[in-house]
Every structure is written in C-alpha cells, then in structure tokens.
C-alpha cells in the first residue's frame, strides 16, 4: 500500500473544541530494562515508568509520541546506558519531555522497579536477601526560560508488626491465671518479662519518599531501605530455618508496634539522619497494616518538610527536658 507523500495532518495542534486545561496528560506503565549502578554492583531493573505534562485550554491533546522518545534519548545516554542516579535520570526525562511538548509548563515522571537488596537483620544476627520497591520521579517546571527541577526518591518495603494491645491483653490474661496458681505477685512479674507473650501480627507495608532540590546531597536508596526495616516490629525474610524463624518471631513479639509508632519512628530516623539536608525537603510516609483478625486495615500518613519534623522533635525534646 501506497503511504502520503505529502505532510500528515497534525491532529493534536488543533484547537481544543472545550476551553478547558487539563493538569496531567501522559502515558503510564511504560516498561524499560535499567541497568544501576552503586557501590561497584549493578542492579538490572525492570521498571516501569510514568511521564505526564499539562495542557494548555487551547490545545486538542499533547504528542504523546514524544514523552517515549524523550525517556528512550535520555536512557541511551545517560552514562552509557547505565545509570547511578534513579532521580536523575527522571529529572533529564522531566526536562526533555518539557521542551518537546508546545506549550507545558509543567511535566512530572515516576519511576518504580523491584529492587533486590541485602541487609542486616537484627532479628536473625546475619544478613538477609529482600525485594524491595524502588521509587523515584521529578517535577519540572517552566519558569520563563528555565526550567526549575525537583527530584523523588523514595522505597516502599514490607515489615512484620505486632499489636502491643492484644499482647497487653495476654499479659493481663497470663499474670491472672498465674496468681490463681499460687505465684507471687513477684514471681508472675520476672516470668513474664522473658516469657513471650501471644498477639496478632500483621503484614505491614512502609512508604518513604523524599522530593527535594535537585542539586541537593543525595540521598540512598540503601539507607532509606534501611530506616523502614528497622521501624517495624521485625524484617521479613524470604528464607528461614526453624532456628531463624523462632528467632524472628521473638524479636517481633519483643517490639510490639502500633501502626502509628512506625511512622514516627521513621520520622525520628530521618531528622537524625538527614539534619543537614535543605529544610524544604518534603517528606512522605505512609505505613499501612494488614491486619490478621480484623476484615479491616489500619492505616497511618505524614507529610511534612524536614524543617516542620525538626521544629516538632526540637519542641517535644524541649517539653521532656522541663
């Protein structure tokens, strides 16, 4: 068949018949193999990746043709088509894909991938293998000639929390039924401090992510992994003996959580970590628990800037010390 040989008409440059802007056009779930690089190692990840721009009320519809090839031109470059920066690579697409699309003035990309990491695991005294969920993204946006970059980074990671009210519960069960025995207040008390005590557990999944400056420090995906593992009863592990898993067990029953003392036990974790970062860093966390015997979840939020997290820790620190 016989193609044009004149030029196609450009449908999407046509006025739009409704006056009307729209905040986010694009494409989602685009998949790519990407190759990261950290500390000598190289991660192949299979990502998938979201690209959005605005649109003008005037315009019909953006090209979306171009959002794909501006991701294809940045990743072909970039370092020889392996990456060390996840954030960056976003903010070069968020750039690209600004100057291709007439008109925008804003343009945001997100990037997720599985990620395979090994830590340490306290519960186990030994390291362990996880998958975890590597995000990142950025946000440009025109402002007269420049263009004016923010960068995502962030992990979602799955834990094992224990309820401290229905383990509070069995204590009061527990001491009750000893004192009937014929223990001694005092006897019941030095048994259950080292004697585990029963509670409903929950699959837990912890959300953190950083959007900030893009010149600011960077931040590792390796250790914000590593705030939301410990912020949880226990790691899970994918792999565990008997020995291992009695071990897991314990130290979970041993640091009964609620789904709200996760998320501010991250938040501590990261003004500890993160004080000399630009205090309008925006910070995201969102801990979610899967409960075992309710049909419901429980479910906890913050956003905030890491300058309103330390005035708030500055502040309670202050109340303690009076």
């Known amino acids: 068949m016989k193609l044009n040989s004149k030029p196609l008409s450009d449908v999407q440059s046509d006025d739009s018949k409704i006056q009307i802007g729209i905040r986010r056009v694009g494409i989602c779930d685009i998949p790519k193999i990407i190759k990261r690089k950290r500390f000598g190692e190289i991660n192949e990840l299979t990502a998938k990746i979201d690209v959005y721009v605005d649109l003008l009320p005037s315009k019909r519809g953006i090209h979306m043709s171009r959002n794909i090839e501006a991701i294809n031109e940045v990743i072909s470059t970039l370092t020889g088509e392996v990456i060390s920066d996840s954030e960056e690579l976003c903010s070069q697409i968020a750039e690209k894909v600004l100057l291709a699309q007439p008109g925008a003035t804003n ?20 390291e362990k293998s996880s998958v975890h969920k590597l995000i990142a993204g950025a946000r440009a946006k025109k402002n007269g000639e420049k263009i004016e970059v923010l960068k995502i980074i962030g992990a979602e990671v799955e834990g094992t929390t224990v309820c401290p009210c229905s383990q509070e519960l069995s204590r009061d069960f527990a001491q009750e039924k000893l004192l009937e025995k014929g223990f001694t207040e005092e006897q019941v008390k030095l048994a259950l401090e080292d004697m585990p005590l029963a509670a409903h557990n929950q699959r837990s999944k912890s959300i953190l992510i950083f959007e900030q400056p893009r010149n600011a420090e960077r931040i590792e995906l390796e250790d914000v992994i590593k705030i939301l593992e410990t912020s949880m009863s226990a790691p899970i592990h994918e792999v565990l003996k008997r020995k291992d898993e009695q071990a897991v067990v314990l130290y979970a029953h041993n640091n009964p959580v609620f789904v709200e003392d996760v998320v501010r036990t991250i938040l501590k974790q ?53």
Do not use: D, M, W
């Open 270 to 322: 990261v003004a500890l970590k993160y004080s000399n970062q630009p205090p309008e860093t925006q910070i995201c966390v969102k801990q979610t628990n899967y409960e075992s015997i309710h049909q419901h979840n429980a479910v906890a939020e913050v956003k905030t800037t890491l300058q309103r997290l330390k005035e708030q820790l500055n502040g309670f620190e202050n109340n303690e010390e009076n």
């Open 107 to 126: 343009s945001e990309v997100n990037l997720t991938a599985n990620y395979e990491l090994k830590t340490y695991s306290e519960a186990i005294k030994g």
